[in-house]
């Protein structure tokens, strides 16, 4: 996974601490990058990707061998391909055969026990044929209508959309959670402005351009009180001093507590079967409110992570919110409500400590 922070990009020593999002190796670092998207330990919601229902596509001649370097419309199909298999989680196609396009290649041949070359021959196209589509005139122009970044049934993603949507001078309603008609208007006439087709879908291409012309509006800005506890949870003794995120693995919650008094406790989801979530004591060490991730090839946000052990963060989770204790992380620790997941991130800061147990 490779992840970054659109509007101003991470710190320089962040590619080599990249290794902060799921619970995975080093390598996932190379792989969550600009917001307006990664896929952290989960599927995007509300997917809505031109041709996702469509058939693969059958073996067919292939005019020449791909390879690195070279510049041809056939490699930007074959991105859009690779994109459609999982491999390659970029924004946007182009024509040139880059080293993450050659590194996508390889990974592929390796899963089909194919000889990993990283030059795409008939063999190895006809096998990527089968797992992909055929590429849509907006794929290939890279004006399709992708996830949205966050699902509009996120009443605190849609007030900070709103907000952000107000500082561009596109919408003057109520900053309330609803996302209504004048909403909708507002992001189609947004993507008109930047280049992009008219649609009420807020995705990635469309979200990071405005997170970088906007300012992100302050817990304060939209909502009056913090969020309310729906439930407790048995701290551990750790977390009786000082500022702690107190993170249950057993009762499967998380709690915010200073000085021994519990501010909130909402739900959390950990690691689906074969992961592991690292249980003890830890600093957080970095945080990033613009998270995405793509370790999987696909790119999914994580907004409002929080890393406290390697590659391992606290962060809201759309797939949480969707499909509940359903699915999991590769080790993080999630959140289902956007609302609760920006307000514990305005409260904590570098070197506060996380106690998961």
């Known amino acids: 996974m490779h992840f970054s922070r659109p509007a101003h990009g991470l710190p320089v020593r962040a590619a080599a601490l990249a290794t902060a999002l799921l619970g995975l190796a080093p390598a996932f670092a190379a792989s969550v990058a600009q917001t307006a998207s990664p896929a952290d330990d989960t599927a995007p919601a509300a997917r809505v990707l031109a041709g996702a229902a469509r058939p693969f596509s059958t073996p067919a001649p292939l005019s020449q061998s791909l390879r690195y370097r070279m510049h041809s419309p056939d490699v930007r199909e074959l991105q859009i391909r690779l994109r459609h298999a999982r491999y390659l989680a970029t924004h946007d196609a182009h024509d040139e055969f ?48 992708g996830p949205w970044f966050v699902a509009p049934t996120q009443p605190g993603y849609v007030m900070e959309l709103k907000h952000r ?36 879908v807020m995705d990635e291409r469309t979200w990071t351009p405005l997170l970088r012309r906007t300012r992100n509006p302050r817990y304060a800005d939209l909502f009056g009180q913090p969020p309310a506890s729906t439930t407790t949870q048995q701290l551990d003794a750790r977390c009786g001093t000082g500022k702690v995120v107190c993170i249950s693995k057993r009762e499967r919650k998380m709690s ?14 950990f690691a689906m079967p074969g992961w592991d979530s690292p249980e003890g ?42 499909k509940g204790y359903g699915g999991g992380s590769h080790g993080c620790s999630q959140l289902r409500d956007y609302q609760v997941a920006k307000w514990l991130y305005e409260q904590v800061k570098v070197g506060d400590r996380v106690v998961v147990y």
């Open 98 to 145: 880059n080293v993450l396009t050659r590194e996508a290649v390889r990974k592929f041949q390796q899963d089909r026990g194919l000889r990993a070359t990283g030059v795409v021959d008939q063999q190895t196209w006809n096998d990527l044929r089968t797992h992909s589509h055929e590429p849509t005139a907006a794929e290939l122009n890279n004006t399709d209508v």
């Open 165 to 200: 949507l107000r500082q561009v001078g596109l919408y003057s309603g109520a900053l309330s959670g609803e996302f209504d008609d004048a909403t909708r208007q507002a992001v189609a006439a947004w993507r008109k402005r930047i280049g992009l087709p008219a649609s009420e």
């Open 256 to 269: 915010y507590v200073v000085d021994g008094q519990v501010r909130f406790t909402r739900e959390a989801r």
């Open 281 to 322: 004591e830890f600093r957080i060490w970095y945080m990033n409110s613009d998270t995405v991730s793509k370790i999987f090839g696909e790119r999914t946000p994580m907004p409002y992570a929080i890393f406290y052990q390697g590659n391992v963060a606290i962060h809201f989770s759309q797939d949480f919110a969707d």
